[in-house]
């Protein structure tokens, strides 16, 4: 059992940054896979961003490549995205998810055992 929760999410202009975390909490290092999903009205859920706690097997969703980057503090027990240029196209509601698999690829959201209850980030123009 592992327990997800997202913060940090709010309202910014198209250019802005904005940092988001995962607080988690419960059977932490029993899940190797780190990551975020997001969803936009009317989309579908997709992969955002992947890593693990050792920091290794990271990888993005090309629409965020160069843009977005992932981070953990184990002592913490927290994942960041760090999401710089934001564009409105960014706006949705963003997941943290933890997985048992991990691959160095982008994760599916089948691969997901756990989801965060997720955080608005919306993108103005």
């Known amino acids: 059992q592992v327990q997800l929760v997202e913060s940090g999410g709010g309202l910014v202009q198209a250019g802005d940054s904005l940092r988001l975390s995962c607080a988690v909490s419960?059977?932490?290092?029993?899940?190797?896979?780190l990551g975020w999903f997001r969803q936009a009205p009317g989309k579908e859920r997709e992969f955002v961003a992947k890593?693990?706690?050792?920091?290794?097997?990271?990888y993005y969703a090309e629409s965020v490549s160069g843009r977005f980057s992932i981070s953990t503090d184990n002592a913490k027990n927290t994942v960041y995205l760090q999401m710089n240029s934001l564009k409105p196209e960014d706006t949705a509601v963003y997941y943290c998810?933890?997985?048992?698999?991990?691959?160095?690829?982008?994760?599916?959201?089948?691969?997901?055992?756990?989801w965060g209850q997720g955080t608005q980030v919306t993108v103005s123009s």
């Open positions: 419960g059977r932490t290092f029993s899940y190797s896979g």
């Open positions: 890593t693990s706690w050792s920091g290794g097997r990271t």
């Open positions: 998810v933890a997985a048992t698999l991990d691959y160095y690829r982008a994760m599916t959201r089948n691969d997901v055992n756990y």
